[in-house]
């Protein structure tokens, strides 16, 4: 049971790179959410969806863009890499309701 | 928008020592969760508190919910070595639902053989 998928696990990217943080989870969830974690800071939500087809804005959406074409799949797009976007990201599926969400492993992102 | 504050930021403890993180709402909770991340880690859920003045115990864990539902707390009694981690509350978005949660900035716990 693999539950939230992350890949890559470790990335470097020049300033003004893309590039595409993936997320798969297979507990069939209808909820999945990105957070982006800085020392300090917590956890802060960048963007979520509610089920495939369906996305929304969090915290600090900029700079970053999502999309949910399956209920397993929710990628996380940086369009244009900057310094400020170094940090470490996690993303989380559950099922609807008031019910816990499970992470993944993290994405540990450095922008040179 | 809603603001979780969680206090203290650090709490370094000697072993067998207690410790007690606390999380304070600006607005009413639905529910409340906690979660643990070991260093180089990613959150694991502990809990979730539902119910006014709710408590509920894991072993050397106490967790409580207020009765104003708008704050918590995490105590844990005779801290070990496997304690060490940041500890986070949670609070849900609109509607009660979890998959917008709202986190407190953590408290970080280590602990001295």
């Known amino acids: 049971n693999a539950g939230v998928t992350q890949t890559p696990k470790f990335q470097v990217l020049k300033t003004g790179q893309s590039m595409t943080l993936q997320c798969a989870q297979d507990?069939?969830?209808?909820?999945m959410s990105w957070y982006r974690q800085d020392p300090g800071m917590g956890l802060r939500l960048i963007h979520y969806?509610?089920?495939?087809?369906?996305?929304d804005q969090g915290e600090v959406p900029n700079g970053y863009n999502v999309s949910r074409s399956t209920t397993e799949d929710f990628p996380l797009r940086l369009l244009s890499a900057a310094p400020s976007q170094t940090s470490v990201y996690f993303c989380?599926?559950?099922?609807?309701?008031?019910?816990?969400?499970?992470f993944g492993q993290g994405t540990r992102l450095t922008v040179v | 928008g809603q603001q979780v504050m969680q206090i203290p930021q650090y709490q370094h403890v000697q072993e067998g020592e207690d410790f007690t993180t606390y999380c304070n709402s600006s607005?009413?909770?639905?529910?409340i969760q906690w979660y643990k991340q070991r260093p180089g880690g990613h959150p694991v859920f502990l809990i979730q508190?539902?119910?006014?003045?709710e408590v509920k115990k894991q072993k050397r864990l106490t967790f409580q919910f207020g009765e104003a539902k708008k704050n918590s707390s995490l105590h844990i009694t005779a801290t070990q070595t496997t304690d060490v981690g940041t500890y986070f509350c949670?609070?849900?978005?609109?509607?009660?639902?979890?998959?917008?949660?709202?986190f407190g900035k953590g408290t970080l716990l280590t602990v001295n053989p």
């Open positions: 989380a599926s559950s099922p609807p309701g008031p019910s816990r969400a499970f």
């Open positions: 507990m069939n969830h209808e909820y």
């Open positions: 969806s509610v089920g495939a087809g369906i996305t």
């Open positions: 607005t009413t909770l639905s529910n």
């Open positions: 508190l539902v119910k006014s003045g």
């Open positions: 949670a609070g849900p978005g609109s509607g009660g639902s979890n998959y917008k949660l709202t």
